[in-house]
């Protein structure tokens, strides 16, 4: 509603003309938004719920149009909770806020004949409308007619046919966006009756001339390939090594050259900044920190870059369609298996993919088990300790012990992901399951700038979300290891004073204080420090017992492998025994040691209960399991 | 007879949804476009036997079995 009390001060903020954008998901929706608003959007939640909000602004003649993109629907009546905050966001029922003062429906041209009725049930609310024709280019393509100005004079709203690649119409867009509010209100509401509303389409379609386009030649071949029940699941597959080929063999070489250069810059500062704590501080603390940020992103640049693609493609809806069944039977649904895939590598793009699974219920529990995908930063520990202290011996031909183990880990991670998801259905997201329902959208070729700015917002609340986090972690971690400063008994030499000091830290007593808890998994003091640091990121873990066993044995230039085969407890035996080994695997298996996860979490479902609620439980699991090896790994050791 | 008892290539028209108004499924099925008079076809099923993609309305949209159900068809000769 627009204001009419100047001067109220409640009026003055909101004098700016608010528009919504409604359509279903494939309709080019968030092209035109990005055309018009020139891809800054700010996003948000709606009240309550788990539905990404976002909304953008445009100037025009000196006034500010705000722009709401609404999540794309293919109806208005609402089966969902999330559907009915949108609705009432639209129709103005949510507290202090005004409905928006203009509808903008965009549908696509090639698929007007069921848009029509998502342009039926916007005219309806008889608000200020514009319709906005998506893919003319194509319909036009494809030998398909409509004629505007007569859907123009049907429909009693301004109609614009856009091609939002080419820019195509959005100028026209922009221009009548200046008085939006004064948009024509349909005279004639079409019918709310299902029945009545499909004579209406038919009536709109016959006298806008309508032509059904030819269907989609490459889509129709591209499909009889990819959806065909034998190559369509060995392209799938195809498809999904290519995926982790890249992430592993692409993002690989790059991290290790961000890991060497921050290494070498570490280096640098030790050399050069004179004050040792200090250039300790920074090389250890911050580089250290920054660095380990930044080795993720080549590969959190890379796995949006393809899930983006793959979306845009609209290969997304067929890896869905012929995974469905499988993920149907663990209470989830196809378009999960996408998410829990990218978990692989890492839960965080996981999550935020799971945007695009319609119901709450769904989507909170995939989130919930995306981060016992094992994903890439356990890699590390996992390689370390497997090479360190899994016997390098052949079981069969070239399949040996290491591997075995290795793979092991990970089937653990999968197997359990998906029986807590058919947990979670079944008794806390028990409920009313929504109707399924895809669209299979024509292959299209995704605009380049749309897929590079879609991943380069992802890959930005990265850096700032996860990169703030890890590095706070590591610059608190590094200072919690080196205080209280103490002084070393007289005649202690530098490795037994570095490892006193180690001890006495408060990092140190607080590994002493857990002792109890992680005693019986065989922890150390020491493995409960390196476990503490990694709650900032997995793979610190490594680099936490490299800076414990540096600082107990600093001469040493032996690897962190041969240092943790030495490492001994106060009893001579040694630390690493196959019990101990075992529990530490175990416990990386479940346990959610990731800040990173857990702010993500809490932005993809709205609420702490969430993230506070996996974190506690997979500890305890991870703490069970980690009991268990040990004790199973003992008695056939007999250690 | 019902949509999901369509085999893969057959053509129906579509005579109505299982369920009143007030159902929640039964109206965003004909918000999809399963409308009465509506001519469908079976386009393909998932390997494992479900989902299905049907054309209609110049777009192809997928449901499972539960959801096609819902629709009651009248099977006509395919083209």
Not at chain 1, 144 to 168: F, Y
Request: charged residues 15%; glycine residues 8%; hydrophobic residues 50%.
């Amino acid at each position: 509603m627009t204001c009419h009390h100047p001067g109220h001060e409640e009026c003055l903020a909101d004098h700016d003309v608010r528009v919504a954008l409604i359509g279903s998901p494939n309709a080019g929706k968030t092209t035109i938004f990005n055309g018009l608003t020139g891809f800054r959007a700010k996003t948000g939640n709606y009240p309550g719920v788990t539905v990404t909000r976002s909304q953008g602004t445009v100037t025009v003649d000196g006034r500010t149009v705000v722009i709401e993109d609404l999540p794309g629907t293919h109806s208005l009546s609402p089966v969902s909770p999330d559907e009915q905050v949108v609705i009432d966001s639209l129709e103005g029922r949510l507290a202090e806020e005004a409905p928006p003062d203009a509808l903008i429906v965009v549908a696509d041209a090639t698929t007007i004949e069921r848009s029509l009725i998502l342009i039926a049930q916007v005219l309806q609310l008889g608000r200020p409308t514009l319709v906005v024709l998506t893919m003319i280019d194509e319909l036009a393509a494809r030998g398909g007619h409509i004629d505007e100005a007569r859907l123009q004079a049907c429909l009693g709203v301004p109609v614009v046919g856009v091609v939002g690649t080419k820019k195509i119409g959005l100028p026209q867009i922009r221009e009548l966006l200046a008085d939006a509010a004064d948009w024509p209100v349909p005279v004639l509401l079409p019918p709310s009756d299902p029945e009545e509303r499909s004579a209406w389409i038919g009536s709109v379609l016959a006298s806008v001339l309508h032509q059904r386009p030819e269907s989609h030649r490459h889509s129709e071949i591209a499909d009889r390939v990819l959806l065909h029940p034998v190559l369509g699941v060995v392209a799938f597959f195809g498809v999904m090594f290519a995926f982790f080929q890249v992430i592993f063999t692409w993002a690989a070489p790059l991290q290790d050259a961000v890991g060497a250069f921050f290494d070498w810059l570490g280096g640098l500062v030790e050399e050069y900044v004179p004050w040792e704590t200090l250039a300790a501080f920074l090389s250890q603390g911050v580089i250290a920190g920054v660095g380990s940020v930044l080795t993720f992103l080549p590969q959190i640049i890379l796995l949006f870059l393809m899930i983006s693609f793959l979306e845009n493609v609209g290969y997304m809806s067929r890896a869905a369609f012929l995974m469905d069944r499988v993920m149907g039977r663990f209470g989830l649904e196809g378009r999960a298996f996408v998410s829990l895939l990218s978990s692989y590598a890492c839960a965080v793009p996981g999550i935020m993919s799971t945007r695009t699974i319609p119901s709450s219920k769904d989507r909170i529990a995939t989130i919930m088990v995306a981060p016992l995908m094992t994903c890439s930063a356990r890699l590390p520990v996992y390689t370390l300790l497997i090479a360190a202290f899994v016997p390098a011996v052949s079981v069969w031909g070239p399949i040996g012990v290491q591997g075995l183990v290795l793979f092991g880990l990970y089937l653990l991670g999968t197997v359990s992901a998906i029986i807590a998801a058919a947990v979670l259905k079944r008794t806390r997201l028990k409920g009313e399951t929504l109707p399924f329902y895809m669209e299979m959208p024509p292959y299209r070729v995704p605009g380049l700038k749309l897929v590079v700015v879609q991943c380069w917002d992802s890959a930005r609340y990265f850096v700032r979300k996860a990169g703030t986090i890890i590095l706070g972690t590591s610059i608190i971690l590094w200072i919690l290891l080196h205080i209280p400063v103490v002084t070393p008994p007289a005649g202690m030499n530098e490795a037994d004073a570095a490892s006193y000091q180690l001890e006495q830290s408060i990092a140190g007593s607080a590994g002493r204080a857990v002792e109890p808890v992680f005693e019986p998994l065989g922890f150390t003091w020491q493995i409960n420090v390196a476990l503490i640091g990694s709650l900032s990121a997995r793979e610190v873990f490594v680099s936490t017992l490299g800076q414990i066993s540096a600082a107990e044995d600093p001469d040493s230039d032996s690897s962190i492998e041969a240092t943790l085969k030495a490492q001994t407890r106060p009893d001579g035996s040694p630390v690493y025994t196959a019990p101990t080994v075992a529990a530490i695997l175990l416990f990386f298996v479940y346990a959610l040691q990731c800040m990173s996860t857990v702010a993500v979490m809490r932005r993809e479902t709205g609420s702490w209960r969430w993230p506070v609620g996996a974190f506690v439980t997979f500890f305890f699991l991870a703490w069970i399991a980690a009991f268990i090896g040990n004790r199973v790994t003992a008695a056939i050791t007999g250690g | 007879m019902t949509l999901d008892s369509l085999q893969v290539g057959e053509a129906a028209v579509v005579t109505g949804i299982n369920g009143d108004a007030a159902d929640a499924v039964a109206r965003r099925l004909s918000d999809l476009g399963f409308l009465s008079g509506t001519p469908i076809v079976v386009r393909r099923r998932a390997p494992l036997g479900d989902p299905t993609v049907f054309d209609l309305r110049g777009y192809q949209m997928c449901l499972r079995r539960a959801e096609a159900q819902r629709v009651m068809v009248e099977r006509v000769a395919s083209q």
